[in-house]
């Protein structure tokens, strides 16, 4: 059983559109990560959110953390080509230790020119 | 600023032979390490953790072992590879105690078994 159910597990659409991505749990989590992952490289930190219903906005990014702290999203306007990756959603467990950081199987983004 | 460091990048390896990849960390004391798999449709898969020299957990049992013999230094190692320890190997370190902070990984080892 997956901890963090992450959908649609691929997308590709063309430059412009707008997207949203879900990160989905039973499980409450005390902050939540967003990376994304480019081929042949480790993830990169997007954001942190860690508190219920916190939006955060970086560029054409916005994310947001469910009100009972068990989901989030990622919204992204008007895709470009530099979108393209692996998003990964990961949340820290609420009570877990130095190993609480918890990785959904990430989003496949494709934009097309 | 933290940087880390991890090599080889590719590796192409036969069976049964033996494995050592290793995973530096400047710029920071004492931190929290990791060493991840990551397969296609797995996600990333946490091996091993350590909160300090020494000390090692292991979250699945394999062939694999880790060891940090120093503060910023964590090594994944292998005494006999088999093929389905082909993968993309990540390390990656925290601020100690993690305690809401993210992760940094470093480029990732590509390893091949034949």
């Known amino acids: 059983t997956q901890l963090l159910e992450q959908s649609p597990q691929f997308l590709s659409i063309q430059e412009g559109e707008n997207l949203t991505v879900y990160c989905n749990s039973s499980?409450?989590?005390?902050?939540l990560q967003w990376y994304r992952q480019e081929p042949g490289e480790g993830p990169v930190l997007l954001v942190t959110v860690v508190t219920g219903g916190e939006v955060k906005k970086l560029k054409r990014l916005t994310f947001q953390f469910g009100d009972a702290r068990k989901d989030s999203s990622l919204h992204i306007t008007a895709a470009q080509p530099g979108d393209t990756g692996l998003y990964l959603c990961a949340g820290v467990v609420s009570g877990g230790g130095a190993d609480g950081l918890t990785f959904g199987k990430g989003t496949h983004l494709i934009i097309q020119p | 600023s933290q940087t880390i460091h991890q090599w080889p990048a590719t590796l192409v390896q036969p069976v049964g032979s033996p494995l050592s990849l290793e995973c530096t960390v400047e710029?920071?004391?004492?931190?929290?390490l990791y060493w991840y798999r990551q397969a296609a449709g797995r996600g990333l898969q946490l091996l091993f953790y350590s909160v300090g020299i020494g000390q090692i957990s292991s979250e699945v049992p394999q062939n694999l072992s880790a060891s940090r013999p120093q503060d910023r230094q964590f090594i994944l190692s292998s005494k006999k590879l088999l093929l389905s320890d082909s993968g993309f190997y990540l390390c990656?370190?925290?601020?100690?105690?993690?305690?809401?902070?993210?992760?940094?990984f470093g480029d990732g080892t590509r390893l091949s078994i034949l």
């Open positions: 499980s409450v989590f005390s902050s």
């Open positions: 990656a370190w925290s601020p100690s105690p993690q305690s809401n902070q993210p992760q940094h």
């Open positions: 710029g920071t004391s004492n931190p929290n």
